[in-house]
DNA sequence: GATTAATAGATGCATGTGCATGTATCTAAA
DNA sequence: TTTAGATACATGCACATGCATCTATTAATC
């Protein structure tokens, strides 16, 4: 190696690891304890509840952290289970509408009362005002450009960190 | 819900999200791009070679972000390609202490260019220097208090971002 | 010292994930 | 319009992970 990380850089790539693993380990075993599915199942069925309209399953592969395969599956189980619709796309023939059902939207509104207070006790609670935006800017410095996405929300995130 | 979380504590959410998945991503890449087993493989043969005397495997399970069922697959998956030995524990019969090999050593050191070299251009490079101590404290307040093995990286890192 | 609890580690099983590939459909170029 | 390539989604397979459980051994309690 001809130039070596710092000990910053490392302790951000050791840190990023230890405190992802442990944030979602702590969302999922709440989840499971309510008996609840995954916060994965969560993130898709808010998408499809925002999207009045319903949404292509490839646009939703694009928002989400599934791959296409991966996605495939779990939106077969969530149909399966009679919290997602999948209709035949009007203008394409290859692509699937997706639809949250009413069933998917209580569910939805059930795993709020749990994801919505981990996200409290777990992170706001815990982040210092004085990191807030520390974190999420630096955060958000990691993450490749394309992945424009998410500005929306990081833009009004840095509103309220300028409060 | 009593008390929604803001946009804020939404967005270090999403972006503890995706930025450990993209970062994840990439390294993973990499490193099979070079034909070299996965990072979590360089973590353990890292912690192992620091450790002269060798390493009880529970230690090393309280060290990694392995579970320990997990880590013992591993480890065997480690010893059978020649990386690692596993001697009966002196003071335990239960036990296990591992050692590095040559191999292991070797390994280490070639996985080490590549690796290295990632954390340099996929968080040295990205992160701007005014961000670098918000994300540090920012992740670190995200980590229950008991996962105190990291306090030295942690504080040499605390260290370093004052100069 | 016998019994009970706790710990170290291994193993079985169900599930999740990444990756390669398959099929159908759409788009574009010859 | 035929054909080559791209795109949408599904499927098969190998492997990783989480969780429950098993065995062997040590420590603690009576």
Chains 1, 2 share one sequence.
Not at 133 to 139: A, D, F, K, M, R
């Amino acid at each position: 190696m001809d130039k070596k990380p710092n000990d910053q850089t490392t302790a951000i790539w050791v840190l990023l690891n230890i405190a992802h693993k442990r944030v979602t380990q702590t969302f999922e075993a709440e989840l499971k304890r309510a008996r609840l599915p995954s916060a994965a199942w969560y993130d898709i069925l808010w998408a499809l509840e925002r999207a009045k309209d319903g949404m292509r399953q490839n646009q939703l592969e694009s928002q989400s952290l599934f791959d296409q395969p991966n996605l495939s599956r779990t939106i077969k189980r969530m149909v399966d289970d009679g919290l997602v619709t999948q209709c035949p796309a009007p203008s394409d023939r290859r692509g699937r509408v997706l639809r949250i059902t009413d069933d998917g939207k209580a569910l939805r509104a059930q795993m709020w009362e749990v994801y919505g207070r981990l996200m409290l006790s777990q992170i706001e609670d815990k982040v210092p005002d004085a990191h807030i935006s520390g974190l999420i800017e630096g955060l958000a410095s990691l993450i490749p450009e394309k992945d424009e996405k998410l500005q929306g929300k990081l833009n009004s995130a840095r509103d309220g960190a300028e409060n």
